[in-house]
């Protein structure tokens, strides 16, 4: 227990909460900051490297992403390789990783619709290229070529072949900590330390813990699933509900040298799977992830079932979005299909269906499940609106406390998210926000 006031207490040590300590300590002139994380390390949930897909959005391959919305992540997933860049060659090589990335249409169908895309496209990414069959076939051998020679199918890619595309989400969360850590500020780390309610008396907040009470004048959850539960808590949020889908991921044999996504078909609301290397597994090809809908907040951890069900609160709102869902016979068989996924018999044999629509020279022999892989993505449910989130949410009440749920692209936003979080704590407490400095080394490339 400490009886510090803090300036800012962040809630969650993945790596939205790492990027937001980083922020606040590089540049603002805030001075007393805490870090409240439940587990006895950084980045050990989402942002561990084994539960979510390593990818930097830049939003050049998400087929899923309007151009507005590819265009926003290109801003965070730039913050991201500029913060990494700026690091000692040795740390930044632990961190980010170069592989070449496409997303490959197959049939006339996506080859036709990536045309168009490309068109629109290029001039936002000067590094994009627009491959055919022969030149994917450069860059991807396993992808055209099988035994019995090349694919028939119409191929071409959209493709980025020299830009870092990978990147270590729990190494960088332990960089943001490091490198907090080194600036002149009281930065305080309170890790196996969970917290179970935040209350506000007067102008401050009360949170409390495992280990007793911590003070702040704001706090940021950036706790997943949980932040929900603990805005619910306090009486914001209830118009939202949590839909959690779960990740899981299948390993082959080293078959693609770079990342090779699919074409998003646009009525699913996940995106489509695809296959890369895993920058802690060499040797190795990872495909995935699935889509599977999870009663759990966190993924592996069936103490989080009963607090999905708190967050859940199933009236006739969310109950319409699942019927929603369910209506469209893409997205049911989508569903059905990928609890199949998890049955240890039929995964493989149906996976490798999916798969080979990237490398169709794999067999069943090469596939195996990836076991204790693949996080869990908090999409929101808008209860108002009576529709599912994609992407990150944010609850504001305005009063000094920020909550955030961050679904895919939260990694790759994370420093983005931390600024919007930063502008707002600058504005309410009146602290300096050393723009300038902000600017130069996280936006200028
Ligand atoms: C299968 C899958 C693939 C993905 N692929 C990508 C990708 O390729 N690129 C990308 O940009 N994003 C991807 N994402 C999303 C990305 O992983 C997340 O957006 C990101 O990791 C979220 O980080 P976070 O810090 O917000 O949450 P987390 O990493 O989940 O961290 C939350 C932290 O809060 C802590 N916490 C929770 N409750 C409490 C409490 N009560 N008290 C104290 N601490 C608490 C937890 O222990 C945890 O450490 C993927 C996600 C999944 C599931």
Known sequence: MTAKTYDVLIVGGGVSGTALLYELARYTDLDRIGLIEKYNDFATVNSKSSNNSQTIHCGDIETNYTLEKALKVKRTAGMLVNYAKSLPDDERDQIIFKYPKMVLGVGHDECDFLRKRFDVFKGHYPGMTLLEKEQVAEVEPQVIHTESGPRKEEIIALAITDDYTAVDYKA???????????????????????????????????????????????VVVCAGGHSLLLAQQMGYG?????????????????????????????????????????????????????????????????????????VLKLDGSVFKVFWDLFKVSDIRNYIFKNFLFEIPWVRRRLFLKDARKIVPGLKLSDVTFAKKFGGIRPQLIDKDNKELMLGEARINPGTG??????????????????????REIAKFLGCGFDEEAFNRELLDS
């Not at 078959?255 to 802690?280: E, M, S, W």
């Not at 406390?401 to 919007?420: D, K």
């Open 172 to 218: 960088i969360s332990e960089s943001f900590v490091k490198q907090a850590q080194k600036t002149d500020k009281d930065i305080d780390l309170m890790l196996e330390t969970g917290v179970h309610s935040i209350e506000k008396e007067g102008e401050i907040f009360k949170v409390q813990t495992n280990k007793g009470e911590y003070q702040a004048r704001f």
């Open 238 to 310: 209830l118009n939202f509900s949590c839909l959690p889908v779960a990740g899981s991921f299948y390993f082959t044999p080293q078959v693609l040298n770079g990342k090779v996504y699919t074409v998003q078909n646009d009525k699913l609301p996940f995106a489509a799977i695809h296959g890369d290397p895993d920058v802690r597994v060499p040797g190795k090809t990872r495909f995935g992830p699935t889509a599977l809908l999870l009663p759990m907040l966190e993924r592996y951890n069936s103490k989080t079932i009963p607090e999905f069900f708190k």
């Open 401 to 422: 406390i920020i909550f955030n749920m961050t679904p895919s692209p939260g990694g790759t936003s994370c420093l983005g998210n931390g600024e919007n979080d930063l």
